[in-house]
C-alpha cells in the first residue's frame, strides 16, 4: 500500500530515533570514536533526505548543525546540549509527521488531494492491556478530484488476511468476450501476474498476449501498439495513477483498457441492508464510484464503453474505455 516516499519517511523516523539513542550513548561515554561517527554519519543521511523531500529549512540547517558540532566536538556534552538535542529531534519527528499527512492525502487514482472520509476510520476497541487505543488504525479518504475512495493508512495485523479469491474461468470468458466486442485486433498487454486466471484464458483464447508484471508497468515502453490492454488487480496498487497513465499511452489509437475495482455503492448497499460496514471488513486499497470512473476516465483521454456492476456479496465495477 505504502509509496516509495512513504516508506523513505518511516525509515527516516527509525533513523531519528537510532541516532538520538546512539548520541544519548556518545553522551555517556564521550571517548567512543565510533559512536561518533555513526552519529555524524546518521544526521548527515537524515540532511540529505530531508533535502530531498524538501522539508522545513530550519529542521534541515538544525539537522547539519548537530552533525557538525558533533564532528568537531566543539561543545561539552551538558544539559544545554541534551536540551538542544531533544529540541531537534521533536522538531524533525513533528516534521517527518507533516510529510507523512501530506503523502496520504495524495488520490493513488489521480494524484489529487484527498481527505479523510467521515465515519471511515477504524479504531481498536482495546490492547492487551485492556486500555483503548485512540488513534485510528485504518483511514479511508475520499478524494476531492475524482471522487473515487482509497485506503491511506493500515496498521499491520489488525485483521486476518485470508487468499484473494480468484476469479472463475466463465467470469475471465465473459470479461473476454466484452473485450472483443469492441478491440480492433487479438493483439493486448496484460498487467498482472501470468498466474492468474485471466491472463491463461487470454492464451488459451488465441490472444496475441505481451506480460508484464504491475510493479514493472511504470517503467515499460511499449507505446501505442496495443488494441487492447488488461489491468489486473489494479486497485491493490499505491501506483494506480501512473500504472493507468502508461495503459493508456499503450493504447493505439481508439484502443481499449479493461479494469476493474470495488465497488463503493455496493458497499454501502450492504451497510444499509445488513450493516455491513466495509471499514471493518477486509479493505482493498481503492473503492470505485460510478462518478469516479468517469472523472477517472477523462483523466487519461478516454472515454467510458461499458460499465458492468458484478458480484452479489462483495460487488465490483468492471470498467472497459476507449482511447480517443
Known sequence: ??????????????????????????????????????????????????????????????????????????????????????????????????????????CPVCSGKGTVHYGASLYMEGDETG?????????????????????????????????RTARSRAGCKRILADIESLAADDTILFIGNQNSQLYKEAVAAGYKVSAILEADAVSTDKNGSYAAVIIDRLSDSRDMNAILDKAADSLADGGILWFDGPDLDKSMDLLVKKGRAIWRNLASEVYLTQKGTENLAKLFGLTIKSRKKVGTTLGRIEIIAQKS
Open 131 to 163: 486500555k483503548e487505543i485512540v488513534k485510528p488504525v485504518r483511514i479511508f479518504m475520499k478524494c476531492k478530484e475524482c471522487g473515487n475512495y482509497y485506503l491511506a493508512k493500515e496498521e499491520p495485523g489488525i485483521i486476518k488476511r485470508r487468499k
Open 1 to 106: 500500500m505504502a509509496t516509495g516516499r512513504m516508506n523513505q519517511l518511516v525509515v527516516m523516523v527509525n533513523l531519528c530515533s537510532s541516532v538520538v539513542e546512539g548520541i544519548e550513548h556518545l553522551i555517556a561515554s564521550q571517548s567512543n570514536d565510533r559512536l561518533k561517527e555513526d552519529a555524524v554519519s546518521g544526521l548527515l543521511t537524515l540532511e540529505e533526505n530531508l533535502k530531498g523531500l524538501q522539508a522545513d529549512k530550519s529542521v534541515i540547517h538544525e539537522t547539519r548543525w548537530m552533525a557538525e558540532v558533533i564532528k568537531n566536538w566543539l561543545f561539552v556534552y551538558d544539559r544545554e546540549f541534551r536540551d538542544r538535542l531533544y529540541r531537534w529531534y521533536f522538531k524533525a519527528l513533528k516534521e517527518l509527521r507533516n510529510l507523512m499527512f501530506a503523502e496520504i492525502e495524495i
